[in-house]
């Protein structure tokens, strides 16, 4: 017999192994998530798809389904929560939207469009970061960087490279590319590589590519991230050209 939770009174099947966030993808339930890809194995950093499981609060991407668990997912705390959670993200960083070409398809903007902000709400950290433009094809900037790890992830596990990684701790943790000169130019990346694609911001940018799609037309202009999500599971497409 097939084992089942509940998510948010639906009943949804798992197989032994799968976590909360597996069972809801295959069952075409919405978890807010920003640094689960399901390509890559589970990094647990956004907290953004927290739900409550039998009452408490517990990462859905990294936590193993079990049989009979009750989850509550879509709730107004919850996504209040998640809300502040993006806020602190877009006061961490640099995020001037306006004048970034994510726009439209960026991942964090979209789950701030999902859980209705309307402004940071926190001070602005305004951090000074480099930009680095020395690769011929891609562009970093670190002042969209949110941290997710995918990009490390997709270097190590798919292109078997070790372009990215992380460093420091706390607040002054940040992307570095592992190079001598830290430069991105001074890697083996290639714009064909995976990880130069998975970036959920604008952190990591292809060139020559920039502000081709008209507004309106981008991915998030015409739908919300949580339709967007649920049909690249369905199509078993990541999450993110
Ligand atoms: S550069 Fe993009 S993919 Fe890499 S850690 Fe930062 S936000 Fe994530
Ligand atoms: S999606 Fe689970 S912590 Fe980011």
Known sequence: MNKTITIDGKIVPFTDGQTIMDAALGAQVYIPHLCHNPEFKPHGSCKLCVVSVNGRNMTSCTMPAAEDMVVANNTPELN??????????FVE?????????????????AAAYYLN???????????????DASHPDVFLDLNRCILCELC?????????????????RGIHAHLVVNAASGRLGDTNLVVTD?????????????????????????????????EVQMESTEEGKPDHE
């Open 117 to 131: 902000m309307l402004s940071p709400h926190f001070t602005h950290f305004y951090p000074p970061r480099e930009v």
């Open 194 to 226: 995976r990880a130069a694609h998975v970036c959920p911001t604008g952190a990591i940018l292809i060139k020559r590519q920039g502000y081709r799609i008209p507004i309106g037309q981008r991915t998030f202009d015409r739908k919300k991230i949580s």
């Open 93 to 109: 960083g640099n995020h001037i939207c306006p004048a970034c070409e994510a726009s439209g398809n960026c991942q964090l903007q």
């Open 80 to 89: 209040d929560d998640r809300k502040v959670l993006v806020q602190m993200l």
């Open 152 to 168: 490390v992830r997709a270097s190590r596990e798919v292109d078997g490279k070790n372009v990215f990684g992380i460093s420091g």
